[in-house]
């Protein structure tokens, strides 16, 4: 027969009753959860006979707590001991029968047959004559009221009146151990994990299953000072051992609060089988599935188990709730699955229209290129968060962005532009300024390149194409102005207006196969402020935009790829020479436009197109059409694996700047595992971290940086700082 944790208890406190010295191996049980290092640990588990431990921490030398048979002794249930020779201490017995309390005189019984194999309790403990002695009635009946502080102090009074009068060993063990009980769940209320191990350590008879809330606190407590197997054995040894049903569910719902759900599902194995074949945790699998999801959507590192995955979807799709679909679509849409996101996305949203289901859905429809339906969607719940207001400019800025432009009705360019003025977004101004200019409104461009300046003194590209549709208008005194004011800040308007012949700045333009590809989405120069309005003038013609088709002039050559021309009216190696040109003007949404003609041309000039179009779609801010663009023909291997980190750094900003710090972390760990990350993608890594609240990995990344003097690492350690600070 095994040996209970109770029965070993039970020898401990016996042993200690009738003041015998306690054995090695039994010390060692008192002493298997102290502070002690590994290293004590280990040196007294050499010196100790071969155990068989109660819950074993898997690949650490010290076990957290022990069922100790000694090879030299007899099984504990036949152990007779020199307590058991003693007369039985029934005081606490018959003060339970006499107040007719049966639970706690079951108990009693119970641990008094642990004590005394031998002892046969009475036929009818409630005919026992209550105690003769008075005054130990009283200290028992203030005991049962957990008033113990009286308790001793009643001791302390009779001692002093009565010398020879000793109080008998049962009151002392049980006092001592109420107490501290106490001691422990205060400590544990009050978070203070260390203090809960150790009186754990010092109070063995505390952990067995009939103090199966201590065993909880102290599980919590070894999780929370970092011992995570410890306490996986600690919920491990309860499953193990423990009977009450109740309690099992409960310890399962516990420990999933705490630990990995690869660890839970390795405790939900323990479970029982009804003879009906239902399972004892079958009631919590749900809940358990949902949590194990919603962890994963706070960490985009977990993988759930399919089956898990699975079960929320059946709930889903049978029980209807929106929040079970909810949850389904920002699991997929961080792990690229933009498909199922969006299937789940709509579904949420059908059946209970919410911001969480319309964000979702919305960064569904812009990974996939339809960011009109992705405005639409938004539109509504555009004031319900600073997320869901990010998102809806997302969306706008995507869609101004889109090449060709697309017709946009009136009616919700005015609304786009009203919430453009209300957010002061300097971006999506920008944006429907490169949308006049596409549409040939100079006019139009010229005022909302002015209004994104005013809200965003820094913004270069709002500068650069300030500068660019003066030149078109031919305001060279307004060209001269920003260069001027951009003077030794911004190379490409310092060189606005010089002509360079197509062949130079072909040769200037294309790549080095195996040179690196930098990308800069927006430069961040201190810049003088350009005096503008606060606000754009009257939108009318915003409004008009889309009533006047794009003037197409076409040039019989690409010397001065200023001008306008539809590129399909040149060769593929004309088209390639004017892509790279538009590059150099800054005009990659145009320039990708030519080098998609010249994808028709030779091997030689497929594979430069293809390089120069996800260029162009990368300076543009498209990440997902830069990858599309660069499988478009084969690439050498340097010039691929350059393209690739660029676009994933590249999506990693846009998603950060986006709001989506999740998606953020996905692109920067695919990057990481092709490249060592860079220290301002470090950075961001960090940022990213803080925004989902994880403070412990952003503090890593921040003092890594901060210890090579990096500012931005400094910055986000004093934030991290002030939040603490704050709470404090």
């Not at 809200?455 to 300030?466: F, H, Q, R, T, V």
């Not at 892509?579 to 800054?586: F, K, R």
């Not at 986006?658 to 092709?674: T, V």
């Not at 503090?699 to 939040?723: P, Y």
Request: proline share 5%; hydrophobic share 40%.
């Amino acid at each position: 027969m095994k040996p209970s944790f109770i029965a070993l208890s039970a020898i401990i406190a016996a042993v200690g009753i009738v003041g015998m010295k306690k054995p090695d191996y039994v010390q060692h049980v008192i002493q298997s959860v102290s502070p002690a290092s590994d290293d004590d640990l280990a040196a007294r588990s050499s010196r100790l006979p071969q155990q068989q431990p109660a819950f074993q921490a898997v690949g650490e030398r010290a076990p957290v707590f022990h069922e100790i048979k000694h090879p030299s002794e007899p099984p504990l249930d036949t152990v007779v001991t020199a307590a058991t020779a003693s007369t039985v201490d029934e005081s606490a017995l018959r003060y339970f029968a006499s107040q007719g309390d049966t639970a706690r005189l079951q108990a009693e019984i119970s641990r008094l047959k642990a004590l005394y194999p031998d002892w046969t309790p009475p036929k009818d403990p409630l005919a026992i004559p209550q105690n003769e002695d008075k005054q130990l009635e009283t200290m028992w009946q203030l005991y049962s009221q957990a008033r113990y502080a009286e308790v001793r102090k009643a001791i302390a009074d009779r001692q002093a009146a009565e010398p020879a009068w000793q109080p008998p060993a049962d009151l002392l063990d049980r006092l001592g151990v109420a107490e501290a009980r106490l001691r422990l769940i205060n400590a544990s209320d009050l978070k203070q994990y260390e203090t809960v191990v150790r009186i754990g350590a010092e109070t063995q008879s505390l952990l067995t299953c009939s103090e199966v809330d201590v065993l909880w606190r102290v599980a919590e407590a070894l999780y929370r000072t970092e011992k995570v197997q410890r306490a996986t054995d600690a919920y491990t040894y309860i499953l193990n051992n423990c009977q009450n049903a109740a309690e099992r569910l409960a310890t399962i719902q516990k420990a999933a609060d705490l630990l990995p759900s690869k660890t839970v599902e390795e405790l939900l194995a323990k479970e029982k089988t009804a003879p009906d074949g239902t399972r004892e945790f079958d009631s919590i699998r749900d809940d358990l599935a949902r949590r194990f999801v919603a962890e994963a959507n706070a960490d985009g590192k977990i993988v759930v188990p399919p089956q898990y995955v699975s079960r929320v979807e059946r709930l889903a799709e049978t029980g209807g709730l929106a929040s079970d679909a909810l949850l389904l679509g920002w699991y997929y849409l961080p792990r690229g699955d933009m498909e199922a996101a969006e299937k789940w996305f709509r579904r949420a949203g059908d059946k209970e229209g919410s911001a969480s289901a319309s964000q979702g859905l919305a960064l569904t429809l812009i990974d996939r290129n339809v960011p009109l339906e992705a405005e639409n969607v938004m539109y509504r719940w555009r004031d319900a968060s600073k997320e869901a207001k990010a998102v809806y400019l997302a969306a706008t800025a995507n869609l101004l962005a889109l090449d060709p432009p697309v017709s946009i009705k009136a009616e919700v360019l005015k609304r786009i532009a009203a919430e453009v003025i209300k957010s002061r977004n300097a971006a999506t101004a920008q944006q429907f300024g490169w949308y006049a200019r596409a549409l040939n409104q100079p006019q139009t461009a010229v005022q909302w390149f002015k209004t994104a300046l005013g809200w965003k003194l820094d913004d270069e590209p709002s500068a650069y194409g300030l500068a660019v549709t003066y030149l078109q208008l031919n305001d060279m005194k307004g060209v001269s102005e920003i260069q001027r004011l951009w003077a030794g800040r911004s190379e490409r308007i310092a060189k606005l207006g010089e002509e360079k012949e197509a062949s130079e700045a072909t040769k200037e333009q294309l790549p080095v196969p195996g040179e690196t590809v930098t990308v800069r989405r927006k430069a961040r120069p201190q810049a003088q402020a350009i005096a503008v309005s606060d606000e754009p003038q009257e939108y009318r013609e915003t409004q008009d935009v889309i009533a006047q088709p794009r003037e197409r002039i076409r040039v019989a050559t690409v010397r001065d790829c200023r001008t306008t021309i539809n590129p399909e009216t040149l060769s593929p190696d004309a088209a390639l020479a004017r892509g790279w040109c538009l590059m150099e003007l800054n005009r990659p949404l145009e320039a990708a436009a030519a080098f998609e003609v010249a994808l028709l041309g030779s091997t030689k000039t497929r594979e430069d197109a293809a390089y120069g179009q996800s260029l162009a779609y990368l300076r543009a801010g498209l990440a997902s059409k830069a990858a599309v663009a660069a499988v478009k023909a084969p690439q050498k291997r340097e010039r691929a694996l350059e393209l690739q980190k660029a676009i994933l750094a590249d999506k990693a900003i846009a998603a950060f700047d986006g709001g989506r710090p999740r998606e953020a972390l996905l692109a920067l760990d695919q990057l990481n595992q092709i490249t060592p990350e860079r220290t301002d993608l470090l950075a961001l890594r960090g940022y990213a971290y803080l925004k989902m609240k994880r403070y412990a990995d952003a503090r890593r990344i921040f003092e890594a940086l901060a210890a090579i003097g990096n500012r931005d690492g400094q910055r986000g350690l004093a934030i991290i700082h002030g939040i603490f600070h704050e709470h404090d």
